[in-house]
């Protein structure tokens, strides 16, 4: 957990803030998110072939047709996302909302979902044990009043060679120096009540006070950086109240570094992976390893190790995410921990083949109900933006490996070759796939 006294926990007990999560996201939090087409591939096991690569298993067998994936804390839509990504694999999503659990039933039966369980569940009250392949918990447990125990339920319920995929607030984040601030001020201001909090008088009081304080563009810019996935009205006034409720008045605001994370982890008897892509197909990522112009200063940073270079980035990197999302697994896994300077060799090793398959694009209405209002067909992925990532695809040859094509380039940096490696074979860059 972040030292800075501005981030602190709100609500004191377990059940205070599950009540107040759950009062919160059945009023405000159980929107449905982004996004608002929804990809079903053809080829239903891309997705976890490109999880897996990130992590350096080449041979993609670490998560088994018929396994079984844990959603916790599942919101408005992460449920059917899961589902429709991993379409060989069972899933179990839990929330607290029953609001968010039924609009994720409905957009499953619109969009033929068919390996989804729904659950109404809290994390504290899972009762899961070495059950699961893969556990998700994206953006959950920095909300509840202990995130330490609420990790420990997550690796209890993870299999011993199992994964988990999370996310938690990033301290990076420059808006925390500005909103955590507010929304302490806010809760003095209304008077705000632990056990009976008046989420609606937050948001009311609250756009009042950020209008008092500066313009209302200023505070649109703070909130469409901690929303990039939505397009937000220049207008203050117009801003859905769903919106300015998760900035403003969520009931516990808690975030980490790296350090911090990587010691959440330990302590649930984890180790931190490796960073993980944006979105599946959002073609964008945050390049965790620092362009430094200086032959002393790259020295000194290429000798650490590689949590404490990620470290040195998340406190001095501008423009970070909101959240920081890592893979981790189990200390006692059979699997080893991969660094990027082992990912780029085994990258380099092996021959690829070009991801070419089609999607059904659902898209579904802004209504609160699921419902979807057009389907549509198309190639994917797209041809990829950046002319150096097209380059290596015209030039690599599936019969040889990945390091004749980078030869062929003139491409012998470690840098060069490891963003390049992110950005053709991981799920927010899906244009190759290892043989």
């Not at 059917?80 to 990504?85: F, G, Y």
């Not at 109240?241 to 959440?264: G, I, R």
């Amino acid at each position: 957990m972040s030292g800075r006294d501005e981030h602190e926990v709100h609500y004191a007990s377990i059940e205070q803030a599950d009540r107040a999560n759950k009062a919160f996201y059945e009023k405000f939090g159980s929107f449905p998110a982004p996004p608002r087409d929804w990809l079903v591939l053809d080829e239903t096991t891309l997705v976890r072939d490109l999880l897996l690569q990130e992590l350096g298993d080449w041979s993609h067998s670490r998560l088994p047709d018929g396994g079984r994936i844990w959603v916790a804390g599942c919101g408005a839509s992460q449920a059917v996302e899961v589902a429709l990504q991993f379409p060989r694999q069972h899933v179990l999503a839990t929330d607290l909302s029953e609001v968010a659990l039924a609009f994720g039933a409905a957009l499953a039966k619109n969009v033929g979902v068919t390996n989804l369980e729904l659950k109404l569940e809290s994390i504290f009250d899972a009762p899961y044990e070495s059950e699961f392949d893969l556990v998700v918990c994206r953006g959950v447990i920095h909300h509840t009043a202990n995130p330490p125990l609420a990790l420990q339920k997550l690796a209890r319920a993870m299999k011993p060679d199992g994964l988990l995929d999370l996310a938690v607030l990033n301290d990076g984040f420059s808006g925390w120096s500005h909103l955590v601030p507010f929304q302490k001020a806010l809760r003095l201001l209304t008077g705000s009540d632990p056990d009976s909090p008046d989420f609606e008088l937050d948001v009311v009081v609250g756009k009042q006070l950020a209008v008092e304080l500066e313009p209302s563009a200023a505070f649109i810019t703070k909130l469409q950086a901690a929303f990039p996935r939505v397009k937000l009205p220049p207008d203050l006034a117009n801003v859905p109240p769903h919106y300015l409720a998760s900035m403003l008045s969520e009931p516990n605001v808690q975030t980490f570094t790296v350090a911090s994370l990587d010691a959440l982890f330990v302590g649930a008897g984890l180790a931190l992976l490796a960073p993980y892509s944006l979105e599946p197909f959002m073609n964008a990522a945050f390049a965790w390893d620092m362009a430094l112009a200086s032959p002393e200063l790259r020295a000194r940073y290429d000798a650490l190790p590689q949590k404490a270079r990620w470290q040195i980035t998340n406190l001095l990197m501008p423009d970070q995410p909101r959240v920081l999302r890592f893979y981790g697994q189990r200390l006692s896994s059979t699997h080893p921990v991969k660094n990027d300077q082992q990912l780029c060799e085994e990258f380099l090793a092996r021959r690829f083949e070009k991801v070419a398959t089609e999607a059904t694009v659902h898209v579904r209405s802004d209504d609160f109900d699921g419902t979807i209002v057009a389907t549509r067909r198309e190639a994917f992925p797209a041809r990829p933006e950046d002319p150096a990532l097209q380059r290596v695809l015209d030039t690599h040859d599936e019969r040889r490996p990945m390091g004749d094509a980078m030869h062929a380039l003139g491409v012998s940096d470690f840098r060069e070759v490891n963003a390049l490696r992110r950005h053709l074979t991981a799920p927010s860059h899906p244009f190759l796939r290892a043989l």
